[in-house]
């Protein structure tokens, strides 16, 4: 039976809103990697695609690659990209529990995902299919660092935008920002008489075990590190945009504020954005603190 994720809600807001903030940060693991006309390459939890088509691009003598996510509507839009289809792979499975043959891959590449899986579980089916020698690439957001800074301010939003997320407010922000999507589709499955998604995003997977659980699952060479990418807004219109475009249920919350609901709320948004951004030259410079992991079979 097919099990409703958060991200078929989102899948076209992914791809219009999300990746022009997630491709800047993938370059960064990209460039690290190195691919020959005999490498075979799996990206997990591929979404919609964003990762197969840069590698493509980086190395267009790639040949072999394959892509899977649990979600049907992200691998829909990651079909509409302008790949020739016939080089690459798209098939629907769980990163926990892959239908594919063992010590397959040279290159195994997740990005923005490990925060969502069973993580033991997905290392453990990720070493089976690559091949000995094979390297897997890893880079998700840092749940932790990223509290003080990006949480907070998406946070903000979500209590401004959602009066029923402040109750929830005192919770850590994973926890709110789960009970505010949840009740999102729940309020969505109501009106259109589907099931709500059973699996929303979690952040509970700590940066600082992931080292020793990859080593745990028997990779070698196991190098966990972390950086901070920066983006540059010019002014707090343009971080007011780039995170309420996010989704398309934010716009709809903003659109529908009385007028002075919507004054209160952008000015306290300029002031949280003032102390969580640095000011440099005149431009709001977010950090996003990230972790990188590189391990062998
Ligand atoms: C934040 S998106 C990242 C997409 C892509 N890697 C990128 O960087 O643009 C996370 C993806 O993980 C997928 N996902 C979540 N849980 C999964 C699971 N258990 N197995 C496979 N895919 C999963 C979601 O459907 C979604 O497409």
Redesign the pocket.
């Known amino acids: 039976m097919y099990r409703e ?1 958060y ?1 078929d809600f989102c899948a076209p807001a ?1 791809r219009r809103y ?2 022009p903030m ?1 491709s800047p940060l ?1 370059d960064l693991l990209l460039s690290s990697l190195h691919l020959s006309s005999e490498d075979r390459v799996l ?6 695609g ?2 197969l088509e840069k590698l493509r691009l980086r190395f267009p003598n790639t040949y072999f690659l394959v892509g ?4 049907l509507p ?1 691998l829909k839009q990651a079909q509409t990209r302008t790949l020739p289809h016939n080089e690459i792979s798209l098939v629907r ?4 529990q892959l239908a594919l043959t063992s010590n397959h891959f040279s290159l195994v590449t ?4 490990l925060h ?2 069973k993580v033991k579980k997905a290392l453990g089916e990720i070493l089976r299919v690559l091949r000995p020698g094979g390297m897997l690439a890893i880079q998700v957001f840092d749940p932790i660092r990223n509290r003080a800074r990006e949480y907070s301010l998406i946070d903000k939003l979500f209590y401004l935008l959602c009066e029923r997320a402040q109750k929830y407010f005192t919770l850590n922000p994973s926890t709110q920002l789960q009970t505010v999507r949840q009740q999102h589709h729940q309020k969505e499955a109501d009106t259109k008489d589907h099931q709500p998604p059973n ?1 929303p995003p979690n952040s509970n997977f700590q940066p600082q075990t992931l080292q020793v659980l990859a080593q745990e699952v028997g990779f070698s060479q196991v190098n966990c590190s972390s950086l901070t990418a920066q983006i540059s807004f010019p002014d707090v219109e343009a971080i007011f945009h780039y995170h309420i475009n996010q989704l398309p249920y934010y716009q709809k919350e903003f659109a529908e504020m009385p007028a002075e609901k919507k004054a209160r709320f952008l000015s306290a948004l300029a002031a949280n954005v003032k102390k969580h951004c640095q000011n440099i030259q005149g431009a709001f410079v977010q950090n996003y603190p990230l972790t990188q992991l590189f391990a062998y079979k």
């Open positions: 994720t991200y992914y999300l990746e997630v993938l990206d997990i939890c591929t979404g919609t964003l990762v899977i996510d649990i979600s992200m499975m769980e990163a926990e997740m990005h923005m995902a969502h899986l699996k």
